[in-house]
């Protein structure tokens, strides 16, 4: 169960991007440290300027309310149609992978990474 | 009547998202536990990459306030114009119906599960 | 003057949507009922698939600061330049008119619809 | 220096709209009452229908940090390619002026104008 | 590590905007003022009209969890495909470089600048 919001810290605010193309097809973001709360806001996905023109699909998977790991794919860009998307702010909590699921890309994937320090007493 | 913020547990967020196509063009989202409090926040819908370049509609039947579940058109797709729009957390509250109204897709809408769970004492 | 926050239950939120077509070119929404409190939150418009391929207008009028009731257009879209656009929540306070200023649609507002109830000892 | 938020009313909200074009380039909007704090949250911008088949370039004037009044361009809109944009709530505080940069409109800006009262006490 | 919120006056929000082109190509945002926390949230980004037809790139440098500094692609934009996209609120804390990785521009970034003052006993 996730924590109290009373035993956490201020969310402290990162940068948070990741690159997909034809090499690297997935970027697993995991928590590694038991003391923190995190998660991602995306905020924008785009092209790269040297992308083909083909559609370019990405998705994103992780856990949903049954436990489950599921693929949902977040976005479909094509660099003659639509090169760019705002996602507003689509707050998504590790662990989670985003993938390149159709075309060579690059896609680059921009938001914020939001962590909060777990209170010492919380942790006896 | 919905609960009083304060008998609620903190929301838990989850990954939501759903696919629409020829085959399966509805997929509803039923609250099948009275112990927990459910709301879906939208935050994008693309076309699957393989789609025909038609205009694909996708609508949601949910309750309004007068008490009516009604049909309400969300976002008009197609590959050559549109193949994404952010809906930027479009909240909605289960029972809801995501529907393909024309197109044969496949249509992905992807977004938030927030589930909060009723404190016992509420309940007696 | 709009009622101190304290003395409203928790906002409820419903499902709205609304669509202007050549032979129902507006569409008003009136608060009817004195001991609520209410608000729109528009989030996207979108084309019907078998709209003309025309610019689409649609105006929204409502009041402003001054008191004054004003028209003030809202989105313009196209089947083949833009058939959706995301409104990313736009609130308004009814009563207020959604207008099809041009084209001959249809096309489809939806959102959520707010409502708080006064309490009673406000009312005395 | 802006009020305390606990000597401001709860913020009231109304439309906003304004409209440029070739014989109305420009639309400020003054705060002419020292009673009141005032705040603009702009939604969407988009072309009339009429509007040349031009690029369109809106640009906002107002303080910065440093106490200066800079131009900022906003959104570059063009009738066969994006005649619309959502700008998801973009808030800015008057005194603020509103410019056609290019093209001759007409172009519409929507939102919305909150105002707060500040208490008496406050005042002396 | 940031201050708590507490200790924090109400943030001023300013207008925040810059310009990439050939000729400069760059945009840093540096805090030279220990007294504040300050924080940007990019709005929009547009073209000029006067634009070349070609993939313009922005990228934004900035420190990411563990430390480092990392580049991060937020748009793609062509002016006959994209001209404009909302960024609905991309909260960034400075130091933070805005950088035109490809195109000659003119590319301009529109959003508001958060500036709170540190409370004076909390300096001691």
Redesign the interface.
């Known amino acids: 169960?996730?924590d109290?919001?009373s035993n956490l810290s201020?969310p402290?605010?990162?940068?948070?991007?990741c690159?997909l193309k034809s090499d690297k097809r997935e970027f697993r973001v995991d928590v590694d440290d038991d003391d923190t709360e995190?998660q991602l806001s995306l905020?924008?996905v785009?092209?790269?300027?040297e992308a083909e023109d083909?559609?370019h699909?990405v998705e994103?998977e992780?856990?949903?309310?049954d436990g489950k790991s599921?693929?949902?794919?977040?976005?479909?860009?094509?660099?003659?149609?639509?090169?760019?998307?705002?996602?507003?702010?689509?707050?998504?909590?590790p662990p989670?992978t985003f993938r390149l699921?159709?075309?060579s890309g690059p896609v680059?994937i921009?938001?914020?990474?939001f962590?909060s320090v777990k209170d010492s007493d919380d942790e006896e």
């Open positions: 169960m996730e109290d919001i201020r402290q605010m990162y940068l948070f991007g690159t995190q905020k924008a785009c092209l790269g300027a083909k559609f699909m994103v992780g856990l949903t309310y599921t693929k949902v794919p977040l976005v479909a860009l094509k660099p003659s149609v639509m090169p760019s998307m705002t996602l507003g702010g689509f707050e998504i909590t989670v699921q159709s075309g680059h921009s938001g914020q990474h962590v």
